[in-house]
């Protein structure tokens, strides 16, 4: 296992009180949704937006974003992606990494779409999820972005809050995002993304938290397992 969830995950689980309390005062002190949240990576339509998300797998946001604007300055619908090569489309989503994977993944994305969804995108976590190259979070981040829906994608900065605060208690991002899905209340889906995702860039740092001032750690099992060691 990734070290990096070694140590962030296993320290046990808030109960139901205690995760309603935790969101409470997330929403307290941190941004929700706003109507500038746009995307996937900004981009103006589904199928770029979903394109877009395949393309960042392991990527960092600015080599996505290169890559991005590489391919699209190509082609902007499956039709017109399909006319390119697969050595044409690695070629200009090089910045990414795993161009060539990536570069099959798209063509076979566009294939589906075209002969199973008359170019649609689809609008639920399962359709998209049956595209190619396209799994749980890349679906939850299109559902939540570029459809709006009350879904809490899970990144990198919400499986490690999510998992050092006891919030879920799980050592993968699908099996915390199907936890998130039970357990979160009603009221925190729409924003929960949003409070987690920010708390994790400001306080909940993946290598220096803040520990000693963060406004969970009264109940945070991470932070009580590291002051009882
Ligand atoms: S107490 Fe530390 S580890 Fe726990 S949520 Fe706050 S910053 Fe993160």
Redo the contacts with the bound molecule.
Sequence with gaps: MDAAVEKDTGHGALGEAEREEAFRRLREHMPGRTPSAKGPKDQPDPFRSVVSCLLSAQSRDVNTAAAAKALFAFAKTPDAMLKLSEEEIARAIKPCGLYNMKAKSIRRLCAALIEEHDRVVPQTREGLMALPGIGRKCADIVMSFTFDEDVIAVDTHVFR?CN??GITNERTADKTAAALERLVPDWARRDGHFWLLQ?GKT???SRR???ET????DI?R??AAARDA
Excluded: K
């Excluded at 963060?214 to 750690?217: A, G, K, Q, S, V």
């Design positions: 809050v050092r605060t708390f306080v909940c740092l938290p803040r520990c963060c406004f969970l750690n945070c991470w932070f």
